[in-house]
């Protein structure tokens, strides 16, 4: 059985019988300290990390109270920036998803004013007795009121407004139907 003195200078010395006995004393109760800030799976990592991390860089430690404290320290620590990393990362999704929904909202709005630019031209370049009847019809006039407006028949706004139809069908195609859905 090794004493404090004894386990502090094998595992200054990279004895790998030392870094058995670190894991074997010290893993578990490493992992309760790491689960007051992580959870479990997390802790685990931290402390394999931790320990990996004493054998690479070849840490010395004058005393068996100074490795105590450098330990716990260093979970905390490594308990904490992996608490900051999380919030930081889930930051950075909340806001890449906020931002490529504001850019397709952004798009949506460029393409309904596009949809709609292109419908008004075609509305523009009608005949003008037949622009006139659509027009009304697009501001919700009812036919009996446009001809009462206009003064023609109601069979005449029936007309005009079918041939208003026909011409936008065949100018716009398909997208006739996605402005009326907008």
Sequence with gaps: MQNDEQFIEALN?????AYHTLFKDY???LVMYAMHYVGQEE?????????????????????????RT?????IKNRSINYLKHKKAESNYISHALHQGSAEEQE?????????YRIFFNV??????????????????????E????????I????????KAFHRLKDELGELLSIIFFI
């Excluded at 010395?13 to 019988?17: D, E």
């Excluded at 931290?46 to 690479?56: K, T």
């Excluded at 798009?107 to 596009?114: A, H, P, T, V």
């Design 155 to 162: 069979s005449t706004v029936k007309s005009q407004k079918q």
């Design 70 to 74: 450098f330990l716990y320290t260093a």
């Design 107 to 115: 798009l949506y709005g460029i393409m309904e004013e596009e949809i």
């Design 13 to 17: 010395n990279k004895n790998v019988s």
């Design 123 to 144: 509305v523009d370049n009608l005949p003008q007795r037949c622009q006139e009847i659509f027009k009304l019809h697009l501001e919700g006039k009812k036919e009996e």
């Design 43 to 67: 802790a685990k990592d931290i402390v394999q990390d931790l320990i990996v991390s004493i054998w690479e860089k070849n840490i010395q430690f004058p005393s068996i109270g100074s490795f």
């Design 27 to 29: 893993y578990v109760s």
């Design 146 to 153: 446009i001809a009462s407006l206009l003064q023609i028949s």
